[in-house]
């Protein structure tokens, strides 16, 4: 893989770390001050004070740099744990729900997941993350924009791995069915019957559902042989699930 040109290791010793220049053309992110590399070493670190325990997940939450898929003007944040805007009044999770979800998923498998389905690119981060740990990756966004930023921040990865879809992520994505495991990045209201349908017997399903009055809890879905399996878990807030493409 070429890569693309990497920011300087170090920032002047003159120059604030906190004042963004203009973005430049190839989107270097500015203000991070120190070479990228370190930085997530420190988030993963933080990520597994908090539990991360997985040595995979922690891996590959070291390995993508998250600040290539913000705006360069939120590049010196890409490395807090905390969501960020990626247009279109969407956000890129925060790196402690990706790699919770993740180890959720990866829960009781040994090595690399099949094919997995990811409903919400946004802005690609996840499916990036998710490479590092699947066969493959169907990852679908209704947003036209979104779709195509996600696009654009992948290719100079050429992740051969990772297929993005446009499309309405409510109805899955049959022709890459059955999946290992299929993740959402969207709160509904319930969980697609589709996804069901779509998810492998002894695949895992997590996803945002809404609950009562207390907002989004993340769900855990099991599908056995014996059927389905669902585990309700912490309160979570994402962007809603909705129908349609736009
Ligand atoms: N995984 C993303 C998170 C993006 S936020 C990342 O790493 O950046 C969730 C995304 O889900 C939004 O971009 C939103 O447009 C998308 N979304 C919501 N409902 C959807 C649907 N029915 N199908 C596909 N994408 C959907």
Known sequence: MKERPSFPARMPASMPAKIAKPSSALNLPQGLGMDSSAVRRRMVEK???QGLSDLLVQQAMGAVERHRFVDSGLANQAYEDTSLPIGLGQTISKPSVVARMIELLRKGVDGRLGRVLE???GCGYQAAVLSQLATEVYSIERLRGLHDK???NLRPLRLATVHLLFGDGMLGFAAGA???AIIAAAGGEAIPQA???QLAVGGRLIAPVVGGTNGQSL???DKTAQGVRQTVLEAVHFVPLKSGVA
């Open 150 to 152: 996600a696009r654009e």
């Open 178 to 180: 059955p999946y290992a």
């Open 47 to 49: 990520l597994m004070a």
């Open 219 to 221: 769900v855990v879905l």
């Open 119 to 121: 409903i919400g690119t």
């Open 195 to 197: 996804w069901i349908d």
